[in-house]
């Protein structure tokens, strides 16, 4: 355990080191934090800390830097987030905008997570569990070449050209367009397949060959909206902090190509559709992102919580990363329930 001053003294400690990139010694505290004491009893305070292994001497004769330990410890201790500016609010509900589908709101949350913080932005998609089919469109382009859209209560649009060498007939594909909505209509995602795998035989054999090129169709993209996904942006950013990366950016670069491990990352932490939380450091390794942390929040989307947030190095500013994770999850989640 730490006195309340240790604690103080380890708070300067990272928000300078986030500030500077410089380790922080006792005189710079002093300088720069009104504690009121001398540099002596804030040397004391940083002996008691790094035998507590929360800082750490880079060099000798150095100033300190924190530990993973001392991160995890800083973001617990966390009293609140700093709030964000009237032009940062305005951004996130200026450039969210009202959506026009699922794929648009998500895409541009992702690129605004990353510019307000300067990392790595990731936004997972809703799981669709609890998705049901709102509508189902069909649309002739030619005369071999259709659009299927497919349509769920959740604001997902996942639309489909094909080309086939079943001549389109306009009255043909009124009627196939009833029966589909009649079959599919209402039904969660899961329940999909089976009932379109029926339509078929609803229809007069001459338009049985076109049913059947839309349910093929119709039946990989319910499979499409039911897969986990991840968005990411930003990518980029790693590459300004390249140094606080001691093994090079090559292995974070591979691990967060590899999306099942970032969704698996996302599920192990704790988080709902109000708190955000930080996996910092080592409690990464097994996912090989041992070097980075990552902050999380939750959205509501059709009655289910996904995840979004940010990824980046341990040296990173959690206050204003978790405030702007919450800030754009709760502004997803009134977005996407109002429409």
């Keep these: 355990m730490v006195s309340e001053r240790s604690l103080e003294v380890l708070k300067a400690i990272v928000r300078d080191y986030v500030a500077s990139r410089e380790p922080v010694g006792s005189k710079t505290i002093v300088e720069r934090h009104a504690f009121g004491v001398s540099a002596a009893t804030i040397r004391n305070d940083m002996a008691q800390l790094e035998d507590e292994q ?5 060099h000798t004769s150095s100033g300190r830097v924190p530990t993973d330990k001392g991160y995890r ?47 790595v932005a990731l936004v997972q998609y809703p799981s669709m569990i609890r998705a049901r089919v709102q509508h189902v469109e069909l649309v002739r382009l030619g005369d071999s070449r259709l659009m299927i859209v497919l349509i769920t209560d959740t604001a997902r649009v996942e639309q489909r050209v094909v080309e086939t060498d079943v ?42 060959p076109l049913a059947g090129v839309v349910v093929a169709t119709l039946i990989e993209q319910v499979g499409a909206n039911r897969q986990d996904r991840l968005l990411m942006a930003g990518a980029a950013n790693l590459a300004k902090s390249e140094q606080d990366f001691s093994g090079g950016l090559f292995p974070v670069l591979e691990a967060i190509e590899e999306q099942v491990t970032l969704l698996r990352l996302f599920s192990e932490m704790q988080v709902d559709d109000i708190a955000v939380a930080a996996s910092i450091g080592m409690e990464n390794a097994e996912y090989g992102l041992d070097a980075t942390s990552i902050v999380a929040g939750g959205y509501l989307a059709g009655g289910e919580v996904a995840r979004l947030g940010v990824l980046g190095p341990t040296r990173m500013d959690y206050g204003t990363n978790m405030a702007a994770v919450r800030a754009v999850a709760r502004y997803l989640s009134k977005l996407l329930g109002e429409h």
């Design 54 to 58: 929360l800082i750490v001497a880079p």
């Design 73 to 119: 410890l800083f973001v617990d201790h966390l009293a609140g987030t700093r709030p964000l500016s009237s032009a940062q609010r305005h951004a996130i509900e200026t450039f969210l905008g009202a959506p026009n589908d699922l794929d648009e709101v998500l895409g541009r949350t992702v690129r605004l997570l990353s510019q307000l913080t300067n990392q």
């Design 167 to 208: 001549p389109i007939d306009e009255t043909a594909l009124t009627e196939l367009r009833s029966v589909v909505n009649g079959a599919a209509v209402g039904l969660l995602l899961q329940d999909v397949p089976r009932a379109l795998r029926a339509v078929p035989q609803q229809l007069r054999p001459e338009g049985q």
